[in-house]
Structure formats: C-alpha cells, structure tokens
C-alpha cells in the first residue's frame, strides 16, 4: 500500500512538470508577438503622423497658390513698377497724405515759426492786381483772400500762372478761387523781410465773375429812424428853449 501512494506521488509530478514545460513555448510565443504588435503599433502611429504633416504641408502649399492665383485674378494684371509712367501724381490733390500740410489763410496770417519753411496749400479768392517783380520778369504778386475771415497772404506765383486768373476780386466783382502749394516764409530772406508764399502748383478752383448791387430799401430803414428821432428831438429842444425865454 505504501508503494502504491509512492507511485502515485511520482506520477502526479511528473504530470505537473511536463505540464510546466508545455507552457513554457506558449507564454514566449505570447510575448514576443506582444512585443511585435507594440512595436507594429508604434511604427504605424509614426507612419501616420508622418503622413498627416505632409498632408498639412500640401494643404498649405495649395492654399498660398489659390490665393495667388486669386489675387491675379481680381487684379487682372501684375503690379506696376514705380518708374511706371502711369503712377502720375495729382497737382491738385487735397491734403490727403503726411507730405502735405493743409493751412487756411487765416493760419498763415497770424502764424509763429512753426509755420516757416514749412509746404503749405491754402485756397483764396484772388484780390486787388497783380504786382509786378522788380528786377524779375518771370514773378509776380498777387492776393489771396479768404472770403470767411478777410485774412489775406501774399503770393509769390510765377507770370505764366497769371494766365489762369480770369478775374480780379474787387468791388462788384468776385475774383478767381485758387488753390496754391508752396513754401510758406514767416520772414523771406529774398523779398525783404515780408511773409509770403513761393507757389510751386497753382490751380483754378473756380472761375470769378461780377455781380450787381441789389437796392433793398430795408438796408435804409435804421438811417432813416435814426434820422427821425434826431428831428423830433431838435424841434423839442427848439421848442422848450423858446418856452424859457
């Protein structure tokens, strides 16, 4: 009985070690696929993140070459060189821009030193005549006027942009709108001291024409009180002086 147990102990071993040894090539199989799915899993992520920035790469590529193509579309021509003859520059321009300071008549009339040597553009009716230059037959003078203040500033404007000046402002008559640009001189150096401005551009805003005086008998009516009340007080005056006598 004994040797039976002995036996029996025996092979129950044995049965447990030989199952021990067969799960040993299973459970390393196991791990070394384990491992190379991980590192399949990696190599695939990789592979992908690679893939997406190229993608993001081209999409962007793309997208600057439509909007290029765009953009010479709308323009329908490429960009004009600077030297182009076609970039022109307007005269007459309003002061629209930093190189340009646009000052009224009045500004310049009673201007300080911030004004001096400074480019300047001002709008006036010209008044009064033209003056001519002593010792210098290709200037002149003339008189802008602005009609809202009265102020006025002299011009120092070359003859030949006389001929844009259809009418002299006087009396009855409205003179020609000019708008200048030049160099305003608080006191000129070359012209005795006076304050002026050396037009450069000169341009005709609107033409002068005349105007008749319209009689409005109300523009009488306060001299014509006033010459009433004057009356009526001097014979009252009269008439109580002979009374005292």
């Known amino acids: 009985m004994h040797v039976s147990a002995n036996k029996l102990s025996r092979t129950a071993l044995a049965a447990v070690l030989a199952a021990a040894v067969a799960l040993v090539p299973v459970g390393v199989a196991f791990a070394v696929d384990g491992d ?39 323009n329908g021509e490429a960009p004009k060189p600077v030297d182009n003859p076609d970039n022109s520059i307007d005269d007459g321009q309003t002061s629209d821009n930093s190189f340009l300071y646009d000052a009224s008549i009045a500004d310049l009339a009673g201007a300080d030193s911030y004004y001096d040597k400074q480019t300047v553009q001002v709008t006036g009716e010209v008044v009064g005549e033209a003056i001519a230059v002593t010792g210098d037959a290709d200037h002149a003078w003339i008189v802008l006027r602005d009609s809202d203040t009265g102020s006025t500033v002299t011009v120092f404007v070359r003859r030949s942009d006389l001929r844009k000046i259809d009418t002299y402002g006087t009396y009855g008559t409205t003179g020609t709108t000019l708008r200048v640009r030049g160099m305003f001189n608080l006191a000129c150096s070359q012209h005795e001291g ?13 033409t002068g024409y005349e105007h008749k005086d319209v009689f409005n008998v109300e523009d009488f009516a306060p001299g014509v009180v006033a010459l009433a009340v004057g009356i009526v007080l001097a014979l009252v005056f009269w008439r109580m002086r002979e009374r005292s006598r």
């Open 194 to 206: 006076e304050s002026d401005v050396h037009a450069q551009v000169v341009n005709v805003v609107s």
């Open 36 to 74: 190379g799915s991980s590192a399949g899993s990696v190599s695939n992520s990789d592979s992908t993140a690679t893939a997406d920035k190229k993608d993001v790469s081209k999409a962007r590529v793309d997208a600057a070459a439509a909007d290029a193509a765009k953009g010479e579309s709308d």
